[in-house]
């Protein structure tokens, strides 16, 4: 432990104190790619994702290291900014509409804006398409309300004609026409 120094004596050198002042640090001028990512709270995965597309800030190598400087990382800042200001909640990137924002609310209202009409299934997951079986009894009840009164070849004739390929086997309407009578 070093010892103090006397009153109004300066302290003697290799006695513990440093009589000269540190030199200040020298000021950084560029960020790594995970220095980057960390401070502007994105993945190093979705970084090089934005690189592959060519929305990333510019890099410059030194040596061996990427380096990326603040002011290309507040270029890139400004460029993103003003890309959702210009864009508005909806953005055109490579031909296809994306939502400029990531949370789950806008997200929802966005696709809502943009979807299609009821009949698009892409738009509508939960709607599934009709199975043969469900087809041919929604045929049978829009054609035949009350009932059908006839010969069971003329019946199977009327609903395969509502296929325009592959029409169901006689078989296959009797299975599916069955439970309703």
């Not at 993103?80 to 400029?100: F, I, Y």
């Not at 079986?133 to 609903?159: F, L, M, Q, S, V």
């Amino acid at each position: 432990m070093a010892r103090r120094a006397a009153a109004g004596r300066e302290p003697r050198a290799g006695a513990g104190f440093n009589t000269e002042q540190a030199p200040s640090p020298t000021p950084r001028l560029a960020l790594s790619i995970p220095e980057f990512c960390k401070a502007h709270g994105i993945s190093e995965g979705f970084f090089y994702k934005l690189k592959k597309q060519g929305e990333g800030p510019r890099e410059m190598k030194v040596g061996a290291r990427t380096l990326i400087s603040f002011e290309s990382a507040a270029e890139w800042r400004r460029a993103r900014e003003a890309r959702l200001v210009q864009s508005g909640p909806n953005t055109l990137v490579s031909g296809k509409r994306r939502p400029a924002f990531f949370d789950r609310k806008g997200f929802d209202n966005v696709v809502r804006e943009i979807a299609p009409p009821d009949g698009d299934k892409a738009a509508h997951p939960s709607k599934r398409a009709l199975t043969i079986e469900e087809r041919i009894r929604e045929i049978y009840t829009r054609k035949w309300p009350g009932g059908y009164e006839g010969r069971a070849k003329d019946r199977n004739d009327e609903i395969r004609g509502e296929y325009p390929r592959s029409p169901p086997s006689d078989r296959a309407i009797q299975r599916a026409l069955q439970f309703l009578k």
